[in-house]
Protein backbone atom coordinates (compact mmCIF):
# COMPACT_ATOMS: atom_id res chain seq x y z
CA UNK A 1 0.00 0.00 0.00
CA UNK A 2 1.42 3.02 -1.04
CA UNK A 3 0.71 6.15 1.25
CA UNK A 4 0.40 9.93 0.39
CA UNK A 5 -0.02 13.27 2.76
CA UNK A 6 -1.67 16.30 2.53
CA UNK A 7 -2.89 19.03 4.83
CA UNK A 8 -7.00 20.11 4.92
CA UNK A 9 -9.22 22.95 6.18
CA UNK A 10 -12.00 21.62 8.22
CA UNK A 11 -14.62 24.12 5.95
CA UNK A 12 -12.75 23.86 3.04
CA UNK A 13 -13.80 21.32 -0.26
CA UNK A 14 -10.98 19.94 -1.67
CA UNK A 15 -10.19 17.02 -4.65
CA UNK A 16 -7.33 14.70 -4.35
CA UNK A 17 -6.19 12.85 -7.71
CA UNK A 18 -4.41 9.32 -7.67
CA UNK A 19 -2.51 9.23 -11.02
CA UNK A 20 -2.23 5.49 -11.36
CA UNK A 21 -0.38 5.26 -14.26
CA UNK A 22 3.17 3.88 -12.66
CA UNK A 23 0.76 0.92 -11.83
CA UNK A 24 -1.07 0.48 -15.31
CA UNK A 25 2.07 0.94 -17.57
CA UNK A 26 3.34 -2.40 -15.82
CA UNK A 27 1.58 -4.79 -17.65
CA UNK A 28 1.81 -5.65 -21.38
CA UNK A 29 -1.14 -4.88 -22.48
CA UNK A 30 -1.06 -1.78 -20.94
CA UNK A 31 -3.73 -2.03 -18.15
CA UNK A 32 -6.86 0.71 -16.83
CA UNK A 33 -8.62 1.46 -14.84
CA UNK A 34 -12.39 -0.47 -14.31
CA UNK A 35 -13.77 0.65 -11.13
CA UNK A 36 -12.65 3.12 -8.12
CA UNK A 37 -13.95 2.80 -4.65
CA UNK A 38 -13.02 5.80 -1.53
CA UNK A 39 -13.61 5.28 2.39
CA UNK A 40 -12.84 7.64 4.41
CA UNK A 41 -12.53 8.79 8.71
CA UNK A 42 -12.48 11.24 10.98
CA UNK A 43 -15.80 13.54 10.24
CA UNK A 44 -14.52 13.60 6.39
CA UNK A 45 -17.22 13.33 3.79
CA UNK A 46 -16.84 11.89 0.52
CA UNK A 47 -19.08 13.97 -1.74
CA UNK A 48 -18.23 12.93 -5.14
CA UNK A 49 -15.99 10.76 -7.05
CA UNK A 50 -14.57 9.93 -10.16
CA UNK A 51 -12.17 7.90 -12.49
CA UNK A 52 -11.02 8.21 -15.86
CA UNK A 53 -8.30 4.85 -17.29
CA UNK A 54 -5.66 6.64 -15.29
CA UNK A 55 -6.36 8.46 -12.66
CA UNK A 56 -9.37 8.58 -9.88
CA UNK A 57 -10.56 11.52 -7.94
CA UNK A 58 -12.47 11.97 -5.28
CA UNK A 59 -13.91 15.32 -3.44
CA UNK A 60 -13.54 15.66 0.25
CA UNK A 61 -15.23 17.73 3.11
CA UNK A 62 -15.35 18.39 6.72
CA UNK A 63 -12.72 16.73 8.97
CA UNK A 64 -11.90 16.80 12.75
CA UNK A 65 -9.80 19.55 13.60
CA UNK A 66 -6.14 18.42 14.53
CA UNK A 67 -6.97 14.95 13.50
CA UNK A 68 -5.44 12.75 10.65
CA UNK A 69 -8.48 11.19 8.54
CA UNK A 70 -7.02 8.39 6.01
CA UNK A 71 -8.48 8.28 2.23
CA UNK A 72 -8.08 5.17 1.19
CA UNK A 73 -8.67 4.37 -2.78
CA UNK A 74 -8.72 1.04 -4.03
CA UNK A 75 -9.20 0.29 -7.72
CA UNK A 76 -9.88 -2.95 -9.85
CA UNK A 77 -8.25 -3.21 -13.18
CA UNK A 78 -9.49 -4.37 -16.12
CA UNK A 79 -6.86 -7.27 -15.80
CA UNK A 80 -8.31 -7.90 -12.81
CA UNK A 81 -5.43 -6.77 -10.81
CA UNK A 82 -6.47 -4.73 -7.67
CA UNK A 83 -4.80 -1.92 -5.85
CA UNK A 84 -5.32 0.27 -2.95
CA UNK A 85 -3.49 3.87 -2.08
CA UNK A 86 -3.75 5.74 1.21
CA UNK A 87 -3.85 9.71 1.36
CA UNK A 88 -3.52 10.54 5.16
CA UNK A 89 -5.17 14.22 5.47
CA UNK A 90 -4.19 16.18 8.17
CA UNK A 91 -7.32 18.53 9.73
CA UNK A 92 -5.59 22.13 10.21
CA UNK A 93 -6.90 25.24 10.75
CA UNK A 94 -5.24 26.40 7.70
Known amino acids: MQKFTAI ?3 D ?6 IDWSDVMNLHSPVDSISSSSWVTD ?3 VIDSD ?3 SLQ ?3 WLSG ?6 AKLVNTIITTG ?3 YV ?3 NVSILDT
Do not use: F, M
Open 42 to 44: QGT
Open 85 to 87: RTI
Open 12 to 17: AVHDYI
Open 80 to 82: GRT
Open 63 to 68: GILNEV
Open 8 to 10: KDP
Open 50 to 52: SNT
Open 56 to 58: TTV
